[in-house]
């Protein structure tokens, strides 16, 4: 058992290009660093030069995003609160999605799961220690692979059976900074199995498993560096394993199913957007709404439930120069109602204010309607009645999906049962079919403000027991 491991610089590797043969670089840069690799020396290589030895270097300027990655760039600048983030262009965006299989969580960085099975920010890419403003690196389709090459080019010219590390620096849940980890291994176990084994006191130890190349890996980062460093590859000394021809990254990968941490954060992200949602009824910020934003959260409201799976909703995008008749035609029917029930001129002037310039300012405006047209007729009133109602229900889930799809990417809203008291007026003014009934308005744009939550009644009110 060795007393001591090293951890070795391995100085002079020039930048590297595409088409650079990593292999004959590390020998001979080795040489000129007068070290003499050993049986069972562990070479720690940086992604980043993998990858532009194998050209995987995108230029943003040449790449076109999609509606997609659009709409996250629209949702991450609404919800980047802390100054001096950086900002992800849409062409960085549409990369990242390109290269995962899964968009996990959108904040100012991304987190995604890579082709390759790894959680991480931004799928790996990167703009850092590449010549060109606009250039980012992808990581190697199979880092595996990469290791295992070079590994055994090496015992081929000079004999010596080595183990050979694909490194990255990731950051963690619940820890700020980076940490080195392994992408791609060769001639390793990934992990070190010491369930069976006693610890210091006899007991037998149940669920140790160390993940050995990332600790590797991150004791390699403390001399390789992040910034200037220019030390791309390190070699170590004395770590005692055993070598293996058959090691694969996959096996320290941990299966979706078993993620806690993945599956703790939806809940807790519902639970949020839920329990946070409010109705905002003050000024939107002076900030454009994409209407792609507004046709997602409609597609989205597609899947709430419904009777007989009839989906009776009707969803009106109200374009600004189209509203003016409608509003001045509702308030109307609404002075004069409230004329009706006696109210002073006062009163009606104010009611008809609180919601007019919200409804006429606001980046979008849209209304939802009932259509009647297939709900299922019986021979009796009751019936009849009772299917309108399931086409309450329906309407009203999918109003529901609507306002949270909203509020997920970063919009604020607010439903107003006012159509409800001027069906006539809406369908006439916006020459409706007959069998659209008007439900509600939702004026939607991004917050000026934050709004607080109203009181809610204690849960033993709202339960009731038999």
């Not at 890419?125 to 250039?135: A, P, V």
């Not at 590797?216 to 004395?238: D, F, K, T, V």
């Not at 055993?242 to 090691?247: F, M």
């Not at 806690?260 to 939107?284: A, M, W």
Request: aromatic share 6%; hydrophobic share 40%.
């Amino acid at each position: 058992m060795n007393n001591k491991v090293e951890i070795i610089k391995i100085h002079g590797i020039p930048h590297i290009k595409k088409g650079d043969n990593i292999s004959q670089i590390i020998l001979d840069n080795l040489e000129n660093n007068n070290i003499e690799i050993e049986n069972k020396d562990i070479l720690i290589i940086a992604q980043k030069i993998i990858s532009k030895s194998l050209g995987l270097v995108k230029d943003l300027r040449k790449i076109k995003p999609r509606k997609e990655a659009l709409r996250i760039f629209n949702k991450i600048n609404s919800i980047i609160r802390e100054p001096n983030l950086p900002v992800k262009d849409p062409e960085l965006i549409e990369i990242i999605l390109d290269e995962s299989n899964e968009l996990i969580k959108i904040n100012h960085v991304l987190i995604t799961e890579t082709k390759h099975g790894f959680v991480c920010a931004n799928a790996g890419i990167d703009k850092s220690n590449i010549k060109g403003q606009n250039n980012v690196t992808l990581l190697p389709d199979d880092p595996d692979k990469e290791a295992k090459k070079i590994k055994e080019i090496i015992k081929e010219r000079i004999g010596k059976n080595i183990a050979v590390i694909i490194s990255d620096s990731f950051g963690r849940p619940f820890r700020n900074g980076s940490v080195g980890v392994a992408l791609g291994v060769a001639g390793i176990e990934p992990l070190l199995d010491k369930r069976g084994c006693k610890d210091l006191y006899g007991k037998i130890l149940r669920s140790t498993i160390i993940a050995q190349i990332d600790n590797l890996s991150s004791a390699a980062q403390l001399i390789m560096g992040e910034s200037n460093e220019g030390i791309p590859i390190a070699l170590i000394r004395g770590y005692n394993f055993k070598l293996s021809d058959n090691s694969s990254i996959k096996s320290i990968l941990r299966e979706k199913k078993k993620d806690l941490f993945r599956q703790e954060n939806v809940e807790r992200v519902i639970e949020d957007l839920l329990k946070n949602r409010r109705s905002y009824k003050l000024k939107f910020a002076n900030k454009d709404v994409n209407e792609d934003l507004i046709i997602n959260c409609i597609n989205i409201a597609r899947y709430a439930p419904s009777a007989h799976n009839k989906q009776l909703w009707k969803y009106i995008i109200l374009e600004k120069q189209n509203r003016k008749e409608l509003i001045d035609n509702m308030n109307q029917k609404l002075k004069d109602d409230l004329e009706k029930d006696d109210k002073s001129e006062k009163f009606i002037k104010n009611k008809i204010n609180k919601t007019r310039s919200h409804f006429l300012e606001a980046p979008f405006l849209i209304l939802l309607s009932l259509d009647c047209s297939e709900i299922d007729e019986y021979s009796d009133l009751k019936r009849n009645n009772n299917e309108f109602l399931l086409g309450i229900q329906g309407i009203s889930a999918s109003a529901i999906y609507f306002l949270l799809a909203l509020e997920s990417k970063g919009l604020n809203s607010c439903w107003y049962s006012a159509p409800l008291f001027a069906e006539e007026v809406v369908q006439k003014t916006l020459n409706l079919p007959k069998n659209f009934k008007p439900i509600a308005f939702f004026t939607i744009g991004y917050p000026k403000k934050k709004i607080l939550a109203q009181p809610r009644k204690k849960i033993d009110e709202i339960i009731y027991k038999i």
